[in-house]
Structure formats: structure tokens, C-alpha cells
């Protein structure tokens, strides 16, 4: 009994090979007709091969699709051929052959066989029609989802046996919107009623478009056709409700992923500020290196890019941090109480730096790469997807905020900046040395700048300017939440970053950034001191 199983066995084993051998030869046999067919020939032999169960088939049609698709006039053999350089060998599609390019000349012996537009559909249905058969939920998800580009190219009946034999919800929900836009185009009302009813509420652009172009194609004083034409505009008119909806969403994300951004770069100076009644015009200088030393990280360490954003976080907190301490101590700590001599000082810091870096880097802009695990979008929706590096930007900025109020509340260096604070004379007589208070706090604060040009270097590209388009944001945030308080920052940036991005569509990037400005002139004439104000006898000496 053992041996007939084997036997069985053996002989099924057998057979699959013989089937298989059996298409790959049909395969090339289809394939080399290629070279001398029309266009028309060709999208017929296209799809004769996509039926075929030839393992090659799958490169074969990626490489035609791809205009590397070449027939050597001696013997009409397939050659793949990116591109004909001196030096670099050529391999047979279907023979064990190899033929080296000693001159460009050579490319006079190969035909390439060319594909128009309807091929080039043709052969992107075939290729989403075979991934949406294999991998993992997703990837045939999005396989799916490209077959939403061209449905008429693709066959009904394969179609409904690919919907038949889907055990993925979402893969299905795909296929079946595809199978809706199929019908719209059938000569039977009742079955594009119901295929409009079934592209209801769908957020894909092709559904969108199609739905328009049928919406042409009805007359609406035909009574046969109103009520289908009034369904399709009922149906546009949700979509298109659903889409400002999610424009709502993506204006409030872009917005809490600006107040982040701001979140990192007032927090500093909210300290500073707050401790120091210091106005630091350099502070956006403290942002642009550490954005310089995001730069330098990825340089040094180009073989471990995926964590030198990870390395340049401390890297850019140190450099900052050193040198806003180095300002304090030459300069800052010999001004105090002089305000507009402070503020003037700062200025020309800021210009000295930003001198020094074109000095060092050059004029031009500096790109950093953004690591693999931040890139892409994620979809919450086929009409909202949202970038990932704007959300690690967000919970950053949070933990920073976090990590900061620990600093602040728990530990003796923030019992003695808290201190100074609320009553300068009095820490001094307890003890506490104001003076390297002042020197820390400066820079910390810088350090936390330093730390937002990490998170700038993934939104925007590296320049000697790139301080200076936040810095004035960051004051208006300081201000806007109350000095010295972090809760307050934390409130007043991601307000002004939801509300910039909300008026932006409407008036424009330059008025939005006015209005808000003009809002917080008013805001301060009611409260000073801002929405969340320090209290503390604050006795100056």
C-alpha cells in the first residue's frame, strides 16, 4: 500500500513538472512573437501569457512592462537589457546564454520591443492580477488597489473568480469596487444602480472619476435615466462631504505636527525666558545647529543611517547646550537688567553664527535622509494617508516635554532653577549659586533648540536661514502660553500650529501667520502675562 501511495505521489510530481515544462515552452513560444507583433497582437499575447501557469512569466512581463525587453535580429532570441554599457554582460531570457557589450554599436543588433499606453495597462492589470494572488494581506491589498486604475482591462470572469475565492475582508471590499466600476459601463440600468450603490462612500480618486465621467454620460431630463442620474450625484455629493472631512483631519495633523515642531522650539527659550528675562535673538541659531549636527551625524556614520537620527539627538543637545553656555558666560551674564542691549548682543550672535556656518558648510542647503522606519504614510482611510515622520515628530516632542517637567520637578538642579525663578535674591541668600544656575538654564534651553533642529532636519532641508523662519513663532508661543510655563507651551504651540494650518487653505501662508499675530497683540492686551502665567513674589534686587 506504501509503495502505490509513492507511486501516487510520484506520478503527480511527475505530471506538475510536465505541465509546468509544457507552459514555459508555450511561454517562450509567446514570447518571441512579440518582436514582429502589432500592438493590437501584442496585448493578445499578453494576456494568453498571464494565463499560462510558466513560473517566468512574472519577469517576463516586469521586464516588457519596463522597456528592457529586447529580440536579437540574427535569431530573434528575448534578451533583458537595462541599459548598454561598455563592459557589462547581457543574459538570454529563456537560453543559458551571455553575450559581453565590448561597444554601444551592439545595440544595432537588438530590436526592443515596444509597448504603447494600452499595453503598458494591459500589462499593469496582469501584474496586480498576479500579486493580488500572493504575499501577504496587504501587499495584495495594495495590489488590488491598482487595479482600480484600468477595471475595463481586466477580465470579468477572472475577476469574479478572484472575489469567489478571497478570504481577506479588505482585499475583497477592493476587488468588489472594481467589479462596481466594471458594471457602470453595462448596457443594463439595474446593474449599474447597483454598482453605484456599491461605490458609495468610497474615498478612492478612481471611484471619484469614474462616477464623473458616468454622471456625463446620463441625460438627466431622460426620465429613464433620472433617478440614476440623481443617485450618482447623491453619491458624489457624500463622497465628496467624506473627502472635506478628511481635508479637516489632514489640516488638524500638519497642525499638531507644526506645534510640535514649535513645542521644541519655544520650550528653550520658554525656560530662558522665564529664568532669565533674557529676549535671545540667537535661539533659531541654537535650532540650525543642531540641524547641522544632524548632518554631520549622517556623514560619519553613513553605513548605520538608519540610527544616526537616533545618535544626533544627545549629539545635538550637547553642541547646543555648550555653546548657549559659552554665550551666557561671555556675553549674556554681563548684560542682565539691560534688556535692549541683550536682545541687541543676541542679534549679532545669531549673524556671527549663521556667518560661520556658510563659512564651514557653504551657502547651499544640506539634506538629511530620513531613516527607513520614519518614511512613507500609513492610511487611516483610502482618502487620508498621513506621513509617519510627522507622528514620531509629534510623540518627540511630547516625551521632550515630558522628560523636561521631570527635570524640573524632581530634580535638584529644576528645585534651583525653579527657584530663581520665583525669587532671585532670596535663592542667592540660601545659597544657591545664580550665577551657574543661569549658565545651565541657558543651556538646557539651547540644548532643547538644538534638539528641534533634529526634528526640522526630517520636515525641511538644512540651511544657514533655517533659525530664523521660527523664531519669531517661537516668541509669539512664549508669550501666547505665559513665560516659564511648559503646560502653557505645550497649549499655545499646538493652538498656533492647528490654527496656522487651518486658515493657511483659506488666506494664505503669509496672512494666516498675520492673523495670528494680530490675535495675540489683542490676546496680551486682555492678559499679559499670558494663558498660563507663573506666580511667585518675583522680589528683584
Not at 183 to 207: E, G, M, N
Not at 343 to 363: E, K, N, Y
Not at 474 to 502: D, E, I, R
Request: one cysteine or more.
Amino acid at each position: 500500500m506504501r509503495i502505490f501511495v509513492l507511486f501516487c505521489l510520484a506520478c503527480c510530481s511527475w505530471s506538475a513538472q510536465a505541465q509546468l515544462a509544457e507552459a514555459d515552452l508555450t511561454l517562450q513560444r509567446l514570447a518571441q512573437q512579440l518582436a514582429v507583433a502589432s500592438y493590437d497582437e501584442k496585448s493578445a499575447l499578453i494576456s494568453q501569457m498571464a494565463q499560462l501557469p510558466a513560473e517566468r512569466k512574472k519577469p517576463l512581463l516586469e521586464a516588457l512592462a519596463s522597456n528592457s525587453l529586447y529580440s536579437r535580429e540574427s535569431d530573434q532570441r528575448l534578451f533583458v537589457i537595462e541599459r548598454f554599457k561598455p563592459g557589462e554582460r547581457i543574459q538570454a531570457f529563456f537560453y543559458d546564454e551571455s553575450l559581453l557589450i565590448e561597444s554601444r554599436r551592439q545595440k544595432r543588433d537588438f530590436d526592443k520591443i515596444g509597448i504603447n499606453n494600452a499595453i503598458r495597462r494591459t500589462l499593469s492589470s496582469e501584474l496586480a492580477l498576479m500579486e493580488v494572488s500572493s504575499g501577504s494581506d496587504q501587499q495584495r491589498r495594495l495590489a488590488a488597489e491598482q487595479l482600480l486604475k484600468s477595471p475595463q482591462d481586466i477580465d470579468a470572469s477572472r475577476l469574479q473568480a478572484l472575489i469567489a475565492q478571497e478570504s481577506s475582508p479588505a482585499v475583497a471590499e477592493v476587488l468588489g469596487l472594481v467589479a462596481a466600476l466594471q458594471q457602470l459601463t453595462s448596457a443594463d440600468s439595474s446593474q449599474r444602480l447597483a454598482a453605484i450603490k456599491t461605490l458609495q462612500r468610497s474615498l478612492y480618486p478612481q471611484v471619484r472619476v469614474a462616477l464623473v465621467q458616468h454622471q456625463g454620460r446620463l441625460d438627466a431630463s431622460n426620465p429613464l435615466q433620472a433617478g440614476e442620474y440623481q443617485l450618482v450625484q447623491k453619491t458624489l455629493a457624500s463622497i465628496d462631504q467624506l473627502q472635506q472631512l478628511n481635508g479637516y483631519a489632514r489640516d488638524l495633523y500638519f497642525g499638531l505636527s507644526l506645534g510640535a515642531v514649535l513645542l521644541l522650539a519655544a520650550i528653550g527659550l520658554a525656560i530662558t525666558f522665564g529664568v532669565m528675562g533674557v529676549i535671545n535673538m540667537a535661539h533659531g541659531e541654537m535650532i540650525m545647529l543642531g540641524a547641522y549636527t544632524t548632518y554631520l551625524v549622517q556623514q560619519l556614520m553613513p553605513a548605520g543611517s538608519e540610527v544616526s537620527l537616533l545618535v544626533a539627538i544627545p549629539a545635538a543637545f550637547l553642541v547646543s547646550g555648550l555653546v548657549g553656555v559659552v554665550i551666557e558666560r561671555s556675553v549674556i551674564r554681563h548684560l542682565y537688567g539691560r534688556p535692549l542691549e541683550t536682545l541687541l548682543a543676541t542679534f549679532g550672535i545669531s549673524l556671527i553664527l549663521q556667518q560661520a556656518v556658510r563659512s564651514i558648510f557653504g551657502p547651499l542647503n544640506r539634506e538629511v535622509a530620513t531613516p527607513e522606519w520614519m518614511a512613507g504614510t500609513f492610511m487611516l482611510n483610502p482618502g487620508l494617508e498621513l506621513t509617519w515622520n510627522r507622528l514620531y515628530i509629534i510623540i518627540f516632542s511630547l516625551l521632550v516635554l515630558v522628560l523636561l517637567a521631570w527635570v524640573m520637578k524632581r530634580t535638584l538642579f529644576g528645585l534651583q532653577m525653579r527657584a530663581v525663578t520665583m525669587n532671585r535674591p532670596m535663592a542667592s541668600s540660601m545659597g544657591i549659586r545664580s550665577g551657574w544656575v543661569d549658565a545651565l538654564t541657558f543651556g538646557l534651553g539651547s540644548g532643547i533648540a538644538g534638539i528641534a533642529g533634529v526634528a526640522l532636519s526630517q520636515l525641511t532641508n538644512v540651511g544657514p536661514n533655517l533659525g530664523q523662519a521660527y523664531i519669531i513663532d517661537s516668541f509669539m508661543v512664549v508669550v501666547f502660553g505665559g513665560v516659564g510655563n511648559l503646560w502653557g507651551t505645550l497649549v499655545a504651540a499646538m493652538s498656533l500650529g492647528v490654527a496656522n494650518k487651518v486658515i493657511e487653505p483659506f488666506a494664505g501662508a503669509v496672512l494666516a501667520k498675520i492673523l495670528l499675530l494680530v490675535f495675540i497683540i489683542l490676546f496680551i492686551q486682555k492678559r499679559p502675562r499670558g494663558l498660563f502665567a507663573l506666580k511667585g513674589r518675583a522680589v528683584e534686587g
